[in-house]
């Protein structure tokens, strides 16, 4: 039956998907720390939405191999997840509201000011 033969589908836009939501969750990370959970909820009902359509509406694809996902999981990840702490590590030092109001009295529990 030609007609029941599903979706054509791709691994690698399936790779660049997940790929694509954990990159900016770990860009966006030290300004943003709930985004961990977002992104832990997207990849979450991707994976459903993906395993619903990989039963039950995508066609089988042909063999591949491991060799994408070893090579994702061994090198890319890894180098990026360095870059994250990198990059965090700059966000944090060069954040620029940490000293907004300075205290000139430290003592003094409103603002310098003499009320007396």
Same mark, same amino acid.
């Given at each position: 039956?030609?007609?029941?033969?599903?979706?054509?589908?791709?691994?690698?836009?399936?790779?660049?998907?997940?790929?694509?939501?954990?990159?900016?969750?770990?860009?966006?990370?030290?300004?943003?720390?709930?985004?961990?959970?977002?992104? !832990?909820?997207?990849?979450?009902?991707?994976?459903?939405?993906?395993?619903?359509?990989?039963?039950?509406?995508?066609?089988?694809?042909?063999?591949?191999? !491991?060799?994408?996902?070893?090579?994702?999981?061994?090198?890319?990840?890894?180098?990026?997840?360095? !870059?994250?702490?990198?990059?965090?590590?700059?966000?944090?030092?060069?954040?620029?509201?940490?000293?907004?109001?300075?205290?000139?009295?430290?003592?003094?529990?409103?603002?310098?000011?003499?009320?007396?």
């Amino acid at each position: 039956n030609s007609h029941m033969r599903g979706e054509e589908w791709h691994l690698a836009e399936r790779y660049s998907n997940m790929s694509k939501i954990l990159f900016l969750t770990l860009w966006y990370c030290s300004i943003y720390p709930f985004g961990f959970f977002l992104c !832990a909820l997207a990849l979450f009902i991707n994976n459903f939405a993906d395993r619903f359509s990989l039963m039950r509406t995508w066609r089988q694809a042909p063999r591949l191999g !491991a060799h994408s996902s070893s090579f994702l999981r061994r090198y890319v990840f890894t180098s990026v997840i360095s !870059a994250m702490a990198v990059a965090s590590s700059y966000y944090w030092a060069g954040f620029p509201y940490d000293n907004l109001c300075e205290n000139e009295d430290p003592g003094d529990d409103n603002g310098g000011g003499d009320d007396a």
